[in-house]
């Protein structure tokens, strides 16, 4: 279905724009979405227009889709150089053009945004403790699951990296909240 390309971005887009996104269409979604996707986009193409049109609209959405496509590509090729030279480009390419990076490129699933952070909080990128919780209360608002990787560290009894980064979610839930205003 040609008019399901991009429909999760769209989709959620447009309830970052409107009011009701948790009572009206019982979002699971914390806030952060909501509030990151209202700046992403072009926001007249989201006054009172129905999904079709918002696609044709909204050139800003599919671009912004496609640029942390690229950029999750050159970061997994930066990170895997700085572990293992060999082999670093084939599995770069591996996991850029795979099956789940290229779906969620497909539908335009927050992934793309939250996988840019999962980079930045786990990878060997950032040196700052608190820029990476922050980026770790980046990944948790934009997919709650992945809270599961906050709670591993507690068995390599990392306790403070786990405040930390449970610091970090809560200020990012905040300010989102702030931000979204639902």
Not at 8 to 36: K, Q, R
Not at 89 to 97: G, V
């Amino acid at each position: 279905d040609t008019d399901d390309t991009f429909r999760d971005w769209y989709s959620t887009a447009i309830w970052a724009h409107e009011e009701g996104a948790y009572d009206t269409w019982l979002s699971v979604y914390p806030p952060l979405t909501f509030a990151v996707l209202k700046f992403l986009g072009i926001p007249a193409c989201y006054e009172y227009a129905p999904l079709s049109t918002v696609r044709d609209c909204d050139w800003l959405g599919i671009a912004v889709i496609h640029v942390f496509y690229v950029v999750n590509a050159v970061l997994v090729s930066i990170i895997y150089m700085r572990i293992d030279r060999k082999t670093a480009l084939p599995r770069a390419f591996t996991i850029t053009a795979g099956m789940p990076m290229l779906f969620g490129l497909e539908r335009g699933n927050v992934i793309l945004l939250c996988f840019t952070c999962v980079m930045l909080a786990w990878g060997p990128l950032v040196r700052s403790a608190r820029w990476r919780w922050l980026n770790v209360g980046m990944v948790v608002n934009f997919k709650v699951y992945m809270i599961a990787a906050v709670l591993v560290q507690l068995v390599r009894r990392r306790w403070l990296w786990v405040e930390g980064a449970v610091l970090g979610v809560v200020f990012v839930y905040l300010v989102s909240f702030l931000i979204y205003g639902e």
